[in-house]
């Protein structure tokens, strides 16, 4: 069964940083592209960012480009999201969610996500 | 970038009627479409992808179709528990989400 556990959400003030993380097993993780999608309370779905297998492409959505960086570890079958000059409008539940093939072949399965809330 | 115009944004409808979700995107996509399902405080989960494939263990009274930049979702004979938001995402070029569809039951 696959599962995608996030953690590392919570409170934070403007401008400060976070790491997020997701560990991932039931598959084999290393052969999938990975990605970060964020809903705002009350709002539809924004895409983040993306990683292929290897990490030879990564990608951002317009709003995070330059502050928020996606990295992760095939050894530890774990995925990441380092966010940086956070804003209020960063406030959301960021799910992980795995790519149907190497990269940017879709979405088949997601975590349950982790809530983040920038505020002072 | 492509954009993603998704419509209606809320839809109401009775048991067992047949309803019908669109997404227009901005440019060709082929059959690069998903189509998913929210519920509440719940992960979106996959109905639909390529267009028209239907994902393993989603009912059959759900249907996709189309291809270059108009796309649909059916979901024939309305159940109680088709009471959700549902999203398109393109994945020709990165990933865009449409702006979601919220079912109401009648």
């Known amino acids: 069964e696959v599962q995608l556990v996030e953690s590392g959400g919570g409170l934070v003030q403007p401008g400060r940083s976070l790491r997020l993380s997701c560990v991932a097993s039931?598959?084999?993780?290393?052969?999938?592209?990975m990605h970060w999608v964020r809903q705002a309370p009350g709002k539809g779905l924004e895409w983040v960012s993306g990683?292929?297998?290897?990490?030879?492409?990564?990608a951002y959505g317009d709003s995070v480009k330059g502050r928020f960086t996606i990295s992760r570890d095939n050894t530890e079958s774990s995925l990441y999201l380092q966010m940086n000059s956070l804003r209020d409008e960063d406030t959301a539940v960021y799910y992980c969610a795995k790519d149907y093939g190497d990269w940017n072949y879709g979405l088949d399965y997601w975590g349950q996500g982790t809530p983040v809330t920038v505020s002072s | 970038d492509i954009q993603v115009t998704q419509s209606p944004s809320t839809l109401s409808a009775s048991i067992g009627d047949s309803v019908t979700i669109t997404c227009r995107a901005s440019?060709?996509?082929?059959?690069?479409l998903a189509w998913y399902q929210q519920k509440p405080g719940k992960a979106p989960k996959i109905l639909i992808y390529?267009?028209?494939s239907l994902q393993t263990e989603v009912p059959s009274r759900f249907s996709g179709s189309g291809s270059g930049t108009e796309f649909s979702l059916t979901i024939d004979s309305l159940q109680p528990d088709d009471l959700a938001t549902y999203y398109c995402l393109q994945y020709n070029s990165l990933l865009t989400f449409g702006g979601g569809t919220k079912v109401q039951i009648k």
């Open positions: 039931g598959f084999a993780f290393k052969n999938y592209g």
């Open positions: 440019q060709y996509i082929g059959y690069w």
């Open positions: 990683i292929s297998w290897d990490s030879g492409n990564k």
């Open positions: 390529q267009a028209s």
